[in-house]
């Protein structure tokens, strides 16, 4: 949130070089607030397990919000009954004519497809396109960030000879981003994924900034300079047993599955596992919501553009 301060105190030019977002008196007083809108679209197959990590990131504002769900019209759901989907959420065509503060868009495990090759990929096409004019900023997790990457952008995805398994240390580039405003110089995030984007393919692209890496897992975040896309390529919403309960699903399948890098203490996958990225995952949705939507969205909404 922003610091309210008297007009004209000497601090402020400070906190302003810091990326600290200061309100005047003056400007405090003529604020009007309303809770924000925020559109999730869950592509993943359990549905009320990412339902559950993401609430609990969006909770960690003090901005009130309201979330409206949806899924895929065009895929029939395996793993959610009927009932869920029917009770708790709509499709693009019951909500297109509205708008909304933000958007998030997850992940989905279907990495082994061209994109083009997924079963709606053209209602995932078209969602993307109306976010453009209709959402003040998208928030794409893993899959969707190399959809939304290819989409907007024409960057594409390449596989990797081993899946990115585990919790991975992260630098960050451009200190001075909103985004991750309030991390530490080193962080740990979760990935789960079988391809990548490259930096060679991103870093020609004028519109496009790099804004984290790992030198184990590659890209993490990339946003766009006006701040409308945000990309992330990991799952810092994951709660402590996510990749456990994926190992262990693969392992029972009796598919070739490494034990997830640095995330069983010991790489013994007998030792429960220790939540090493809690605290920065609160950190990026906090400032995505409050720099990259609630500082920049219209009060009335329907003047988003």
Same mark, same amino acid.
């Given at each position: 949130?922003?610091?309210?301060?008297?007009?004209?105190?000497?601090? $402020?030019?400070?906190?302003?070089?810091?990326?600290?977002?200061?309100?005047?008196? *003056?400007?405090?007083?003529?604020?009007?607030?309303?809770?924000?809108?925020?559109?999730?679209?869950?592509?993943?197959?359990?549905?009320?397990?990412t339902?559950?990590?993401? %609430? =609990?990131?969006?909770?960690n504002?003090?901005?009130?919000?309201?979330?409206? %769900?949806?899924?895929?019209?065009?895929?029939?759901?395996?793993?959610?009954?009927?009932?869920?989907?029917?009770?708790? &959420?709509k499709?693009?065509?019951?909500?297109k004519?509205? #708008? &909304? !503060?933000?958007?998030?868009?997850?992940?989905?495990?279907?990495?082994?497809?061209?994109? /083009?090759?997924?079963? &709606?990929?053209? /209602?995932?096409?078209?969602?993307?396109?109306? +976010?453009?004019?209709?959402?003040? +900023?998208?928030?794409?997790?893993?899959?969707?960030?190399?959809?939304?990457?290819y &989409?907007?952008?024409?960057?594409?995805?390449?596989? $990797?000879?081993?899946?990115q398994?585990?919790?991975f240390?992260?630098s960050?580039?451009?200190?001075?981003?909103?985004?991750?405003?309030?991390f !530490?110089?080193?962080?740990?995030?979760?990935? +789960?994924?079988?391809?990548?984007?490259?930096p060679?393919?991103? =870093?020609?692209?004028?519109?496009?900034e $790099?804004?984290?890496?790992?030198?184990?897992?590659?890209?993490?975040?990339?946003?766009?300079?006006d701040?409308?896309?945000?990309?992330?390529?990991?799952? @810092?919403?994951y !709660?402590?047993?996510?990749?456990? /309960?994926?190992?262990? =699903? !693969? #392992?029972?399948k009796?598919? @070739?599955?490494?034990?997830p890098?640095?995330?069983?203490?010991?790489?013994?996958?007998?030792?429960?596992?220790?939540?090493?990225?809690?605290?920065?995952?609160?950190?990026?949705? *906090?400032?995505?919501?409050?720099?990259?939507?609630?500082? #920049?969205?219209?009060?009335?909404?329907? /003047?988003?553009?």
């Amino acid at each position: 949130m922003p610091i309210k301060v008297r007009d004209g105190l000497p601090a $402020i030019s400070q906190l302003l070089e810091e990326n600290i977002f200061v309100m005047s008196e *003056t400007n405090a007083n003529h604020q009007d607030i309303r809770p924000l809108k925020i559109l999730l679209l869950n592509l993943m197959p359990e549905k009320s397990k990412t339902e559950l990590h993401i %609430l =609990r990131r969006l909770s960690n504002s003090p901005i009130q919000v309201e979330l409206d %769900l949806i899924h895929p019209a065009t895929h029939a759901a395996k793993n959610t009954t009927k009932e869920h989907l029917e009770t708790f &959420y709509k499709t693009f065509n019951e909500t297109k004519n509205n #708008k &909304y !503060d933000g958007l998030i868009i997850t992940g989905a495990p279907v990495e082994h497809l061209q994109f /083009e090759a997924v079963d &709606y990929w053209e /209602e995932l096409k078209e969602i993307m396109e109306w +976010s453009i004019h209709n959402v003040t +900023s998208t928030l794409h997790i893993c899959w969707a960030a190399q959809a939304g990457l290819y &989409y907007h952008y024409g960057v594409n995805k390449h596989a $990797i000879e081993a899946k990115q398994f585990g919790v991975f240390s992260h630098s960050i580039h451009n200190k001075n981003c909103p985004l991750v405003r309030g991390f !530490d110089d080193e962080f740990m995030a979760p990935h +789960s994924r079988h391809t990548t984007v490259l930096p060679e393919d991103i =870093r020609g692209i004028g519109e496009l900034e $790099i804004i984290s890496t790992s030198k184990d897992a590659g890209i993490y975040i990339v946003v766009s300079k006006d701040g409308k896309q945000i990309f992330v390529t990991g799952h @810092s919403e994951y !709660d402590v047993l996510t990749l456990k /309960e994926e190992y262990e =699903r !693969d #392992k029972a399948k009796g598919l @070739s599955i490494q034990v997830p890098k640095n995330y069983f203490p010991g790489d013994d996958p007998g030792n429960m596992p220790l939540t090493l990225w809690s605290s920065h995952s609160n950190l990026l949705f *906090t400032n995505w919501i409050n720099y990259y939507i609630y500082q #920049k969205t219209p009060f009335k909404i329907e /003047e988003i553009k």
